[in-house]
Each structure stands twice: as structure tokens, then as C-alpha cells.
Nanobody, 114 residues
Framework: VQLQACGGGLVQAGGSLRLSCAASRTIHSSVVMSWYRQAPGKQREFVASIRSGRDPNYADSVQGRFTISRDNAENTLYLQMDSLKPEDTAVYYC?????????WGQGTQVTVSS
């Protein structure tokens, strides 16, 4: 499967962005889809994940500000980011987690100015 992430950009602190990740084929709703991010000089870190039948998971740093969702009919994963902070600046990646391995999107840059 190929994943195409988009929606990043430059925004002021307190603003919002909505990221999208389109999959090249159908992904069953039971398959975990996630967002990760990597800031300059730091390791890639978990942001949020979602799968059917379970509550979404969020990193503590984004809990209450970010909302992950997916449109299974459109094979698309979303990340609504509100109340953005400068420390949210990073390249954001989407990921699909299959039992046979993980697939990553190419990343989209999010920059939050203070």
C-alpha cells in the first residue's frame, strides 16, 4: 500500500491544521492507522492511532488538542490539529500497521510560529 500525506504548512501558534493521508487501496477498519512526527534533531515519536472497535490513542503532548479520524470509504486518515504550539513543529508521517509489517507515508511538514 502507498500512503500520500498532505495538509501541512505554516501556521501561527494557536491555529489549526488538518492533515490527510490517502491510501492507494482499501484498508480494513480493523487495521491500525497512526500518525507519527519527527522534529529536527529528535527521534520520530508517536502522535495518535485509530482502529475500529477501540478508542483512539493519543500521545500525552497532543491529548485534547488533536483528533484522529478515518474515512474507510475514502481510504483516508485524518489528523485535526487545534491549539497548535511551536513544539508541534515537525514532519508528520502516517503509518499503516499490518501483521506483516508497517507502511509509511512520505511525510508532510508542519511549522508553528510563535
Amino acid at each position: 500500500v502507498q500512503l500520500q500525506a498532505c495538509g501541512g504548512g505554516l501556521v501561527q501558534a494557536g491555529g489549526s491544521l488538518r492533515l490527510s493521508c490517502a491510501a492507494s487501496r482499501t484498508i480494513h477498519s480493523s487495521v491500525v492507522m497512526s500518525w507519527y512526527r519527527q522534529a529536527p534533531g529528535k527521534q520520530r515519536e508517536f502522535v495518535a492511532s485509530i482502529r475500529s472497535g477501540r478508542d483512539p490513542n493519543y500521545a500525552d503532548s497532543v491529548q485534547g488538542r488533536f483528533t484522529i479520524s478515518r474515512d474507510n470509504a475514502e481510504n483516508t486518515l485524518y489528523l485535526q490539529m487545534d491549539s497548535l504550539k511551536p513544539e508541534d513543529t515537525a514532519v508528520y508521517y502516517c503509518k499503516v500497521n499490518y501483521r506483516t509489517g508497517d507502511y509509511w507515508g512520505q511525510g508532510t511538514q508542519v511549522t508553528v510560529s510563535s
